[in-house]
């Protein structure tokens, strides 16, 4: 960055100008890897759901159902804490 730039000249970075706007973002956009669900070997503890930073595991009728691809970043955090000795949830390239 040139120095004549300057702090104030610096384009302007995320900004949250309301409270609780963050599920307008579509931060699926920012992943490299995704999880992919296997609900045949899924034991339903609901630990991914509990990790997951963004909110993305659906669960309904207290059960996985799927991925929100809108939020999930593709951190691999539901697979790294997936219980299962065989991942329910394993980390694929996007393609
Ligand atoms: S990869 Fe990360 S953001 Fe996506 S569902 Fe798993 S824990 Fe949530
Ligand atoms: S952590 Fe693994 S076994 Fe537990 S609910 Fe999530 S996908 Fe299923």
Redesign the pocket.
């Known amino acids: 960055m040139s120095k004549e730039l300057g702090w104030k000249k610096l384009p302007m970075g995320g900004i949250i100008e309301e409270a609780g706007n963050a599920s307008s973002y579509e931060?699926?956009t920012w992943?490299s890897?995704?999880?992919v669900f296997h609900p045949e070997i899924c034991i339903q503890c609901l630990f991914?759901w509990i990790?997951?930073?963004?909110?993305?595991?659906i669960v309904e009728d207290s059960k996985v159902k799927g991925?929100?691809?809108f939020?999930?970043?593709?951190?691999?955090?539901?697979?790294?804490?997936c219980p299962t000795k065989v991942k329910s949830?394993t980390?694929e390239q996007e393609i």
């Open positions: 931060t699926g992943r890897f995704k999880p991914c990790y997951c930073p963004d909110g993305a595991i991925i929100n691809f939020h999930c970043k593709g951190c691999g955090i539901c697979s790294r804490e949830i980390m």
